[in-house]
């Protein structure tokens, strides 16, 4: 099995593009003619043609390798078989957490098959909590959404070398979800995570018709005052994410 855990190639690519990017004289005027390598054409093809013939046993390496980068960043991942286990899960999470701002129990989630599979409404009919969905059509999404302490969405994909949600804008999949209530449960089928970016933005390229992604690696945080660690400052302060292993089609 091949091992995505390395992210060193990676950074040391990465330092040497910034590196030539703001290279000796890059006050001066420049021309991409100046730098083949960093707006060299890519051929996505390999990238890809890796993605689509990819095992059910190397999607298991990946889902493992996530899992794995993503202690590190204090997010909570889980590998689930179906969406009964993720319901589970959601319901623990929102009757042992305490809203942050307000007494209200508010949940606003996708507008995603997947999600709508939870059938949360049920669970929670005894519960004093009211579950919302991102139509585009409500008019009262906006108030729904900051009401809520807990955002659901679901991924297009997901990263494994650095434990990281791709999630695409899209009507009825806001940004807004993830990044407004205090608590945030993403979902990836484990077919769609990725070794690492050169593969995500491989994919991404397919479809020109997408321009607005979000990258997510666990929750907010911030060491800006005294080196503090402090989660939450600008976006949630927990972050969850639950894998459903489906396989390959």
Not at 164 to 180: A, E, F, I, Y
Not at 220 to 246: F, N, Q, W
């Amino acid at each position: 099995m091949s091992n995505y855990h390395s992210q060193s190639d990676n950074e040391l690519r990465f330092l040497s593009t910034v590196r030539q990017a703001v290279a000796p004289d890059s006050d001066m005027p420049r021309d991409k003619r100046a730098y083949p390598e960093i707006f060299a054409y890519t051929d996505d093809r390999q990238l890809v043609d890796t993605v689509e013939n990819r095992t059910d046993l190397d999607q298991q390496g990946l889902a493992s390798a996530f899992m794995d980068n993503a202690d590190p960043q204090s997010l909570s991942v889980y590998c689930i078989k179906n969406l009964d286990e993720a319901a589970d899960i959601i319901v623990n999470i929102a009757r042992n957490r305490v809203p942050e701002f307000s007494n209200n129990r508010h949940i606003i989630q996708h507008a995603h098959k997947d999600i709508s599979g939870l059938k949360l409404w049920e669970r929670f009919s005894e519960d004093p909590i009211t579950v919302h969905t991102t139509y585009r059509e409500d008019s009262e999404l906006r108030d729904k959404t900051i009401a809520s302490f807990i955002g659901i969405t679901v991924a297009d994909w997901g990263i494994a070398d650095s434990a990281t949600l791709v999630q695409c804008t899209r009507p009825g999949m806001p940004q807004s979800t993830s990044l407004v209530p205090s608590i945030h449960i993403g979902f990836v089928r484990r077919s769609r995570i990725l070794a690492n970016l050169s593969e995500a933005y491989a994919m991404m390229r397919r479809d020109s018709a997408l321009n607005s992604w979000c990258f997510i690696s666990g929750p907010s945080k911030t060491a800006d005052i005294e080196a503090h660690m402090v989660y939450g400052a600008h976006g949630p302060k927990e972050m969850h994410i639950c894998i459903l292993e489906d396989t390959k089609k």
